[in-house]
């Protein structure tokens, strides 16, 4: 499905990229990122707005811009950072290094007039991260901001092609929404990307593409896999939502997706395959060995269950595309790693694997799951990995670790919820260490399991921090756990950070 853009983001590398989209599409206007060497494919968008980048324009393998197609568009551009002194060297003006790197906060001070600053302080905080700077403008360009210092950190090239050297896409920029709502105010086209409406382009989109065609797709009960099966639902396509029950579910968790699944009239196919992947990772403590064993025996189970594939729906999400993309197409480095599997590659290759959530940030994919009347609870649920509690068992994992990993966790959770911190918490969960302790039960030696409580803060699961739960309320949890849960009988609280620790265990 190709939905096209109206602003076309190029994309020169910067941390931040995804981050320009996304406030342009906060905006209301569809927002796509595209690479360089992609410029032709773009489309007819209204605007265009280059990116950031690590690199330095005068680098001789820098990339660089094909600045006469872009002019033959006609519509307005905004380059930052990396983007502005490209432009500004394509115009034909000077960019040099830096006698410093500069990053992090500064000042910006619009003259007088000027449309992109258009409402804004007469000096507001901006954030830098360049060390190159444009030294001489091409005739014809003018100063439109500078710093605390008089340095100009902002230019207009022509009558709608402006440069700017500060991140306005980044919440330290004070009035970067600003900055951005003044550059889509040149750009001839209305606010139209809204869920509602995109959602019928979405549902449109998948019945073209599916043309009769029966859809396999696998759910799990998580977020991506919930919208997805809901939307080709909707779409009122043929479809076939198979569970695979590896056996390292939490507490009751197979029944209640079942359960959601009916409450939104879907019938789930349950493919009950828990003592195969027992029996496949008995006896294995290595993690990855752990972590492939049951990625590749999900993989046959599904294909098993499956049979023959007309069609396969995945729940792909736009930074995963990103992300493949921007590392050159190598397959390889996506994160959702059941994604991309030599099955799946070769269904793609003959053209039976839709991706209908591929344009879609996490954040509008719970919009959209909203809009199909999908409960709360389930479109804000914590992240749960692939491997399930196999990788909050470290060591080798067997029926009797996992009991106790489900109660312990069924009751974390619980009193998560009930205390209003499980919305807090980007992710929690209760793993099982791989030590026996000594302790005292009644009168009685014990020697029992240690328990681990990991509650963290995201943004992207790439950092995290841990959660500074109140100490009474984890007086509260570790005294059911003591006393409730059988074969452990010490809980430890995780205070590491990501990094240099991992969220899951293993
Ligand atoms: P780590 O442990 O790498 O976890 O800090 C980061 C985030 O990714 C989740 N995670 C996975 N998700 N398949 C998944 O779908 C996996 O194999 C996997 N491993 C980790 C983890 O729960 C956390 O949210």
Known sequence: MDISPQIAVIDFGSQYTQ?????????????????????????????????????????????????????????????????????????GGKVEPGTTREYGPAQLRPEPGSVLFEGMSESSRIWMSHSDTCTELPEGAEVVGRNEEGVPVAIRLSESCYGIQFHPEVTHSEEGNTVIQNYL??????????????????????????????????????????VLAVLLHEAGVKLRPIYIDNGLMRKGETAEVRAQFGELGIDIEVVDAGARFLAAIAGVDEPEEKR??????????????????????????????????????????????????????????????IEPLAELFKDEVRELGESFGIPHEI???????????????????TA?????????DAIFIRHLKESGWYDKVWQAYC?????KTVGVKGDERSYEWALALRAVVSEDAMTADWVELPPELLRKISNELLNSVAGINRVFYDVSTKPPASIELE
């Open 292 to 353: 492939r064993r049951i990625g590749d025996l999900f993989v046959d189970v599904f294909f098993e269950a499956a049979d023959e594939v007309e069609l396969l729906a995945q729940g792909t999400l736009y930074p995963d595309v990103i992300e493949s993309a921007t590392s050159g197409s190598d397959a390889s480095t996506i994160k959702t790693h059941h994604n991309r599997v030599q099955r799946i590659l070769d269904l793609q290759a003959q053209g039976k694997v």
């Open 185 to 226: 105010r040149l750009v001839d086209d209305e606010p139209r990307f809204r869920m509602d409406s995109f959602k019928e382009q979405l549902i449109e989109g998948v019945r073209e593409e599916v043309a009769g065609r029966e859809v396999v797709c696998g759910v799990s009960g998580g977020v991506d896999s919930t």
């Open 379 to 397: 479109l804000y649920r914590h992240p749960f990995p692939g491997p399930g509690l196999g990788v909050r068992v470290p060591g080798e994992v």
């Open 19 to 91: 981050l320009i989209v996304r406030r342009l599409r906060e905006a209301g206007y569809f927002a796509k990122l595209f690479l360089p060497g992609e410029l032709r494919q773009i489309g007819a968008p209204r605007g265009i707005v280059l990116s950031g980048g690590p690199r330095s324009v005068s680098d001789p393998d820098a990339p660089d811009l094909d600045l006469p197609f872009v002019e033959s568009l006609g519509v307005p551009v905004l380059g930052v950072c990396y983007g502005m002194q490209l432009l500004n060297k394509k115009h």
């Open 431 to 435: 793993g099982l260490l791989p030590i």
């Open 400 to 408: 009797e670790k996992l009991d106790i990993v489900r109660e312990a």
